[in-house]
C-alpha cells in the first residue's frame, strides 16, 4: 500500500516536477552565460561606485563573479517560483485539497494511516524539490564549461550548496504541511504558507539592500542559505541548524494535529 501510494503521488505530480525541471535547467544555465557576457566587464565599475555594488548584492549574490551569480540564481523569485510550485503546492493540494473535495476521507478508508500517509506524501516532495535543485546546479555547471568559466568554480563544495538549498525549501515545504493539515479548506492552507514564505523573502531581500536593516535576515529563512559564502569555503553549521530545527518543529506540529482533526464533509 505504502509503495502503491508513492506511485500514485508521484504519478500526480509528474507533469509539475517535469515543467519546473525543465524551467530550472534553462535558468540554472542562463546566470553563468550573464556572468561570461557581462560580469567581468562590468564588475570593475559596479564595484567602484558604492550605490551600485550595494544593489548587486541581491540576496548575498552579484553578477561579477561566477559564485555569485550562483548565489543569486539560487534564491532568484524565478526560482522561488518554481521551488514553491512543489515546495507549497504539494502540500496544500495533497491534504487541504484533498479534504475541501471530500476525497481524502476515501483514501484513508483504505489500510493506511494518517501519520503513514504523511510521510509517504512528505518523502515525496523532499525528493521532488532535491532533484530540481540538483538539476539547476547541474545546469550551472555544465552552462560554466561551456562558456569557459567552470574553473573558478570548486565543484567539492556544491553538495553542500545543495544540501543548504534543499533544507530551506524542504522547511518551507514542512511549514505547508503543518498549515495544510490545520485546515479544511485549501484556500487559508494555501494563504498561511504563502504568507510565511512571501515575508521571509522580502525580510531578506530588504536585509541584503538596505545594509541598516540587515539585522533582519536573522528573521529570514532565506538569510540561512548563503550560497555565495558556501561555494568559496565558508560554511556556517548554524545556518542548517536552524533550518534542521524549524523542519523539525513543523514536522513535530503536523505529526500531533493529523489525527486529531476530523475530516469534514465537502460543501
Not at 564588475?43 to 550595494?54: A, E, H, K, V
Not at 573558478?152 to 538549498?165: F, K, Q
Request: charged share 10%.
Amino acid at each position: 500500500m505504502i509503495a502503491a501510494l508513492f506511485r500514485r503521488t508521484v504519478a500526480a505530480n509528474a507533469i509539475r516536477v517535469v515543467a519546473c525541471a525543465i524551467g530550472l535547467l534553462v535558468w540554472g544555465a542562463v546566470l553563468p552565460l550573464v556572468y561570461s557576457a557581462f560580469g567581468k566587464t562590468l564588475g570593475t565599475f559596479i564595484r567602484d561606485n558604492p550605490l551600485l555594488s550595494q544593489f548587486s548584492q541581491y540576496g548575498g549574490g552579484d553578477l561579477f563573479s561566477l559564485t555569485g551569480a550562483m548565489a543569486i540564481g539560487f534564491i532568484h523569485p524565478f526560482t522561488l517560483l518554481l521551488m514553491g510550485i512543489i515546495a507549497v503546492g504539494l502540500p496544500v493540494i495533497s491534504i487541504a485539497g484533498e479534504r475541501q473535495r471530500g476525497t481524502l476521507e476515501v483514501l484513508l478508508a483504505r489500510p493506511i494511516s494518517r501519520h503513514t500517509l504523511y510521510l509517504v506524501l512528505f518523502a515525496a516532495g523532499a525528493l521532488f524539490l532535491g532533484l530540481l535543485l540538483a538539476l539547476e546546479l547541474a545546469a550551472n555547471v555544465v552552462s560554466a564549461s561551456v562558456v569557459g568559466v567552470a574553473g573558478e568554480l570548486d565543484l567539492a563544495r556544491l553538495p553542500i550548496l545543495w544540501l543548504n538549498g534543499w533544507l530551506l525549501f524542504v522547511a518551507f515545504m514542512a511549514i505547508g504541511f503543518a498549515a495544510s493539515v490545520s485546515f479544511d479548506r485549501l484556500a487559508p492552507a494555501l494563504g498561511v504558507t504563502l504568507l510565511v514564505l512571501i515575508v521571509s523573502y522580502l525580510l531578506d531581500v530588504i536585509s541584503s539592500l538596505w545594509p541598516d536593516a540587515s539585522w533582519l535576515g536573522d528573521y529570514s529563512l532565506f538569510g540561512y542559505v548563503k550560497a555565495k559564502p558556501i561555494l568559496e569555503g565558508h560554511v556556517s553549521p548554524l545556518d542548517f541548524g536552524v533550518l534542521v530545527v524549524v523542519i523539525a518543529v513543523a514536522v513535530g506540529y503536523a505529526w500531533w494535529e493529523f489525527p486529531r482533526r476530523d475530516i469534514a464533509a465537502p460543501s
